[in-house]
């Protein structure tokens, strides 16, 4: 039974005291007293069709192990729709999430010792999960304007990097890899003989003005991707995610995942993710809306409220990159946040040494709560 979506207004209409009920790391990590505003979790209900999949699931008691199923076929349709992306069902892999995928491809495709290229500022479990497999991290830092540094890319294969782990749309920044450095880096990856791992979780989250391309799109012969509907329809604890190949030599690589692996996938969370795929839709464009609106208002309050804080303007998701270097807190603005105003961003150091100075804001709920977020970082900065 297709249920109703949620209507526009609806995002803006959570409450802080609801939310504190919740019992996920992002409302229970801090005292009750701080306002968490750090970890890639949104504050809005459900999607209709992915909560009536799930009360329905419970209902029948169907809590088991997981099985792919559907979801391929599912996701291959959304990719089609959303992005005019081609998928075919039969080249894909499921694991738990996307950081499972990383390390499994990264544990199959290459060896202890290997090189392998990153871009920071970026997703601190790259960092950590690469070094816990024994791979050497290479940092190939974005340029100043947060595009992909191709020459040091190139640099980075000729000296033996064995593959690229690709963040796109990039994790803290917002950015989107334009089509042509895609293809560029898809070309040095073929000419080096390098594998990439593209982790494009926040791709269905792209904002107005921008268009996401997938790597596989201008680079199948090298590259896996990596794609779930967990942050998009906000699902992370139920564990599912997808590596997508796109040629059949990928897809040969991709097999080589020991099998077993995907059994750590969540069973509600492939049902949940079909749902989402197949019927959240309406649902997501009308949060992709509300995150339009909630980054102007961002932009708004970082010059009214924010003097000496500069915005790294996202082109996609809800999570804001700000320099707070102007304010000469020190290398974790962050943590003067948490300690004087009492509301918790991700510092931004672990990022790289390209953030210190810097701190991520999530954006993922309402006006409300974001205006009260950017009232108590003032007040650190004004004690």
Same mark, same amino acid.
């Given at each position: 039974m297709?249920?109703?979506? /949620?209507a526009p207004a609806r995002f803006d209409e959570v409450r802080l005291e609801e939310l504190r009920a *919740?019992? #996920?790391?992002?409302?229970?990590r801090y005292p009750p007293d701080v306002l968490p505003a750090w970890v890639a979790e949104m504050d809005f209900p459900l999607a209709p069709p992915v909560q009536a999949t799930l009360a329905a699931a419970v209902e029948r008691g169907d809590t088991g192990y997981a099985f792919a199923g559907e979801l391929a076929e599912a996701f291959a349709g959304f990719a089609a729709a959303r992005f005019g992306w081609t998928v075919d069902p039969a080249r894909t892999f499921l694991f738990a999430d996307v950081m499972s995928g990383v390390?499994?491809?990264?544990?199959? $495709?290459?060896?202890?010792?290997?090189?392998?290229?990153?871009?920071?500022?970026?997703? =601190?479990?790259? %960092? =950590? =999960?690469l070094r816990e497999l024994g791979r050497a991290v290479v940092e190939v830092p974005l340029t100043a304007g947060r595009r992909l540094d191709l020459d040091r890319i190139d640099a980075? %294969?000729?000296?033996?990097? *064995?593959? +690229?782990?690709?963040?796109?749309? @990039?994790?803290?920044?917002?950015?989107?890899?334009? *089509?042509?450095e895609?293809?560029?880096?898809?070309?040095?990856?073929?000419? @080096?003989?390098?594998?990439?791992?593209s982790d494009e979780v926040h791709a269905p989250l792209t904002l107005p003005g921008a268009t996401h391309t997938p790597y596989?799109?201008?680079?199948?012969?090298?590259?896996?991707? $990596?794609?779930?509907? #967990?942050?998009?329809?906000?699902?992370?604890?139920l564990k599912c995610a997808l590596g997508v190949a796109g040629s059949a030599r990928m897809a040969a690589a991709l097999a080589r995942v020991p099998a077993h692996v995907s059994y750590h996938a969540g069973h509600l969370g492939v049902l949940a993710s079909i749902a989402a795929f197949r019927e959240g839709g309406p649902w997501l464009d009308a949060l992709v809306a509300h995150l339009d609106r909630q980054r102007e208002r961002l932009a708004e309050l970082v010059r009214s409220?924010?003097?000496?804080?500069?915005?790294?303007?996202?082109?996609?998701?809800? /999570?804001?990159?700000?320099?707070c270097r102007g304010l000469r807190l020190g290398d974790d603005p962050a943590a003067v946040f948490l300690e004087r105003g009492r509301v918790a961003l991700s510092p931004g150091p672990p990022f790289g040494e390209q953030g210190r100075g810097f701190? *991520? $804001?999530? %954006?993922?709920?309402?006006?409300? +709560?974001?205006?009260e977020a950017v009232r108590r970082i003032r007040a650190a900065i004004e004690r």
């Open positions: 297709r249920s109703p979506t /949620l *919740r019992r #996920s790391a992002k409302w229970r390390a499994e491809l990264v544990r199959t $495709l290459t060896a202890p010792g290997d090189g392998v290229v990153v871009n920071p500022p970026v997703y =601190t479990p790259f %960092f =950590t =999960t980075a %294969f000729a000296g033996g990097a *064995r593959a +690229l782990l690709l963040c796109n749309p @990039h994790n803290p920044t917002g950015t989107v890899v334009a *089509r042509e895609l293809a560029a880096l898809a070309e040095l990856a073929d000419r @080096h003989g390098a594998i990439v791992v596989l799109e201008v680079g199948a012969q090298n590259g896996i991707a $990596l794609v779930s509907a #967990s942050k998009a329809f906000n699902l992370a604890g409220e924010l003097p000496g804080v500069a915005l790294v303007r996202p082109q996609a998701g809800y /999570l804001a990159w700000l320099d701190a *991520r $804001l999530n %954006f993922g709920t309402s006006g409300e +709560l974001l205006a």
